[in-house]
């Protein structure tokens, strides 16, 4: 029985997590500024200025479609004889939420981010980031028969 609603509670959680972020990253809040700003001067810094810009390739809103991408997915797989859209949600979850989680261990972006009120958030996006991973990993696992079906390989090796 636990099974059965695990997939359902971990979509819930990965979508709640990314829809509610879209309205920062969509309307160009200073969360998102300082959190976008401060990725793409680290960039910069690095050779890559305007990577994380507003036009550029992993700018807010670019992260937001591929929250928004997957969130569809994952939801739209709770419906009967869409299962098969599951792995691919949790699949572009894993991997936009694993670049949030790098960028908030290895850049200046840090763990406890910064508020718009001058504040700290105490590493609260850090610890949604940390269980969107562990849902969209655990989502990908219960769907592993689904996903290796989609692999050229996967008809001949199941």
């Known amino acids: ?9 971990l979509t ?19 969360e998102t500024q300082y959190i976008f700003g401060t990725l793409d001067g680290w960039a910069g810094g690095l050779g890559f200025p305007g990577l994380f810009a ?4 992993f700018s807010q809103y670019v992260v937001g479609s591929a929250e928004l991408i997957a969130s569809a997915l994952l939801l739209a797989a709770l419906l009967p004889g869409l299962h098969g859209l599951r792995p691919f949600g ?5 991997a936009v939420i694993s670049g949030a989680i790098i960028f908030h261990l290895f850049t200046p972006l840090g763990v406890s981010v910064l508020n ?6 105490g ?20 769907s592993r028969d689904i996903f290796v079906r989609w692999l050229p390989f996967g008809s001949a090796g199941a």
């Open 123 to 142: 590493g609260l996006l850090f610890g949604l980031a940390c269980g969107v991973w562990f849902s969209a990993a655990i989502l990908l696992f219960l």
């Open 90 to 94: 949790a699949l572009l979850a894993l």
């Open 116 to 121: 718009a009120d001058g504040s700290r958030d």
């Open 54 to 57: 507003q036009h550029g390739i």
């Open 12 to 30: 819930l959680y990965i979508a709640f997590v990314f829809i509610q972020s879209l309205f920062f990253k969509f309307t160009n809040s200073p």
């Open 1 to 9: 029985m636990a099974k059965s609603y695990a997939p359902i509670a």
